[in-house]
């Protein structure tokens, strides 16, 4: 879900008459400034809040309607490829956005994002067999990595560094309606239009965005960051690498999802192709990234710590909520609903001006927050522990994610000089990315080695009243995830340069 700077260390002691005293109010500032939403940056911010806000409502329906469109396209048996095909190529889109935005400005690579977007989604709605449906999402994921990085370098560059984490906060709320509301609204839509109108329908809304932002990123965030400097071509290396970066992602996934001996060639060849991609000399990470070196490696690191144990851990909680406690598959979605406004006031806090000199501790914070709700999650395995623990602790830790990831973003633009923002944000979501797939594949293949596999459907679950399948197999999914969370505190410490 989520999208998404620190005061330069002259102005690290502002005092409350020269910051934002309420995100709610971000016209003007109480220093007499104006805000996010002052006239100068009125058209952009609520053009690139609009964007946000159409990626967010995208996710969060078009999951929804997915099972029915694959059905439908008697496309079932390659479900999995729907979702991968938009991440591969959301890997490839966010290094080509870097290398844009820092030679061209962000711009052109946010206008081809958004127009690829809405083709991707046309294409995936029009769709007549599954495949075709399935190139669709990839063209749909080309946009939306184009999108993300280009976002970032935008809020860089047009907006001065005080800003920074109130418009990072508007994004992160930009998340909290679609949510909840996404999800109930494409399954109503899928009810009684059909699943296509979920596709078809979000497109049409994207010329406010296009109408709105672009004009105001012309203005205030186009050309390079150095218009002095000779405009560079495209490097070729880093094109390489991340078709590299895109196919190893995609090979692991399809590996994860399969346990067969033959598996493991995908596997070995994914791994082959990833390893110096983001671990080479050469790599499209910052050297000493895995190493968690201070400062920007630091940085990415935890992005990807954060969101990969997370993410893989939240994908598996509707299931066991279903599997092993009987809940219908809607109220077992609805104990999530909760987050995105918890997140959204984590990313608020984060914002404060009071928050800025404890900007890394709270990240810390934020990171035994989400560790410790990974860990108590699976505590619901036991049958006298009331399923609402689950909800209270996954309110807890999207609290925790929504300062952690805020801030990340925050850091890495102010740890980047302007003609690095692109190439240092498209690391970032880099990171952010690939953690998901190895940690998802890796969790998916243990739970599917300790049973997983053999739970009982949602309606099994429901009319049985009884717990299915191995409740180990979701426990060997949670804590090594909980692990990973913790080790992500460890990195925080380290993310202030000497």
């Known amino acids: 879900m989520s999208l998404m700077s620190a005061l330069e260390s002259a102005d690290a002691d502002v005092t409350p008459s020269d910051a934002v005293t309420d995100v709610a109010d971000l016209t003007v500032e109480s220093g007499g400034n104006p805000g996010v939403l002052g006239k100068t940056h009125r058209a952009l911010s609520i053009g690139t809040i609009a964007v946000v806000l159409l990626i967010a409502f995208e996710a969060t329906a078009v999951g929804t309607a997915m099972p029915v469109a694959a059905r439908e396209l008697d496309g079932v048996s390659l479900y999995a490829f729907a979702f991968s095909a938009y991440f591969t190529t959301s890997l490839f889109g966010m290094v080509v956005a870097g290398q844009w935005a820092d030679r061209r400005g962000p711009l052109g690579a946010l206008a081809v994002g958004i127009s690829a977007f809405g083709a991707g989604l046309l294409l995936s709605g029009t769709a007549v067999n599954m495949w075709t449906f399935i190139g669709g999402r990839a063209v749909q994921g080309l946009g939306g990595g184009l999108v993300i990085v280009a976002l970032y370098v935008v809020v860089g560059r047009a907006y001065p560094e005080h800003m920074r984490p109130a418009i990072m906060a508007a994004y992160a709320a930009s998340w909290v309606v679609p949510s909840v509301v996404g999800p109930l609204a494409a399954g109503t839509v899928t009810e009684h239009l059909g699943w296509r109108w979920v596709f078809v329908g979000i497109p049409a809304l994207i010329v406010f965005p296009l109408a709105l932002a672009l004009p105001a990123i012309r203005r205030m965030a186009s050309g390079p960051a150095d218009p002095e400097a000779p405009v560079k071509a495209f490097g070729r290396r880093r094109i390489r690498l991340a078709l590299m970066i895109s196919l190893g992602a995609g090979l692991l996934q399809y590996a994860g999802q399969d346990l067969r001996p033959l598996s493991l060639l995908p596997a070995v060849a994914g791994a082959a192709l990833l390893v110096p991609a983001v671990a080479g000399r050469r790599a499209l990470l910052p050297r000493g990234t895995y190493r968690a070196v201070r400062g920007l490696p630091s940085v990415v690191l935890l992005r990807g710590m954060a969101a990969g144990s997370f993410i893989a851990?939240?994908?598996?909680?509707?299931?066991?909520?279903?599997?092993?406690?009987?809940?219908?598959?809607?109220?077992?979605?609805?104990?999530?609903?909760?987050?995105?406004?918890?997140?959204?006031?984590?990313?608020?806090?984060?914002?404060?001006?009071?928050?800025?000199?404890?900007?890394?501790?709270?990240?810390?914070?934020?990171?035994?927050?989400?560790?410790?709700?990974?860990?108590?999650?699976?505590?619901?395995?036991?049958?006298?522990?009331?399923?609402?623990?689950?909800?209270?602790?996954?309110?807890?830790?999207?609290?925790?994610?929504?300062?952690?990831?805020?801030?990340?973003?925050?850091?890495?633009?102010?740890?980047?000089?302007?003609?690095?923002?692109?190439?240092?944000?498209?690391?970032?979501?880099?990171?952010?990315?690939?953690?998901?797939?190895?940690?998802?594949?890796?969790?998916?293949?243990?739970?599917?080695?300790?049973?997983?596999?053999?739970?009982g459907g949602a309606h099994d679950a429901v009319t049985e009243g009884a717990a299915t399948g191995h409740p180990g197999a979701f426990a060997v999914v949670f804590l090594p995830m909980a692990v990973v969370a913790a080790a992500g505190a460890w990195v925080g410490v380290r993310l202030r340069e000497r």
Not at 329 to 334: E, N, P, Q, S
Not at 373 to 378: M, N, Q, T
Not at 421 to 439: K, M, P, R, Y
């Open 313 to 455: 851990a939240e994908s598996f909680v509707p299931l066991m909520l279903v599997t092993q406690r009987g809940m219908s598959t809607t109220m077992a979605g609805l104990s999530l609903a909760a987050g995105g406004g918890t997140w959204a006031l984590g990313s608020y806090v984060q914002a404060r001006p009071w928050a800025e000199p404890y900007r890394e501790r709270l990240m810390v914070v934020g990171m035994l927050m989400v560790a410790a709700a990974i860990a108590a999650a699976p505590s619901v395995l036991v049958s006298w522990v009331p399923v609402w623990v689950v909800a209270v602790a996954w309110g807890v830790g999207c609290f925790g994610m929504g300062m952690v990831i805020a801030s990340t973003s925050v850091l890495l633009l102010k740890l980047s000089a302007p003609e690095e923002a692109g190439t240092n944000s498209a690391a970032l979501q880099i990171s952010d990315g690939l953690s998901n797939v190895l940690l998802l594949a890796g969790g998916g293949a243990a739970f599917a080695a300790l049973g997983g596999g053999s739970v």
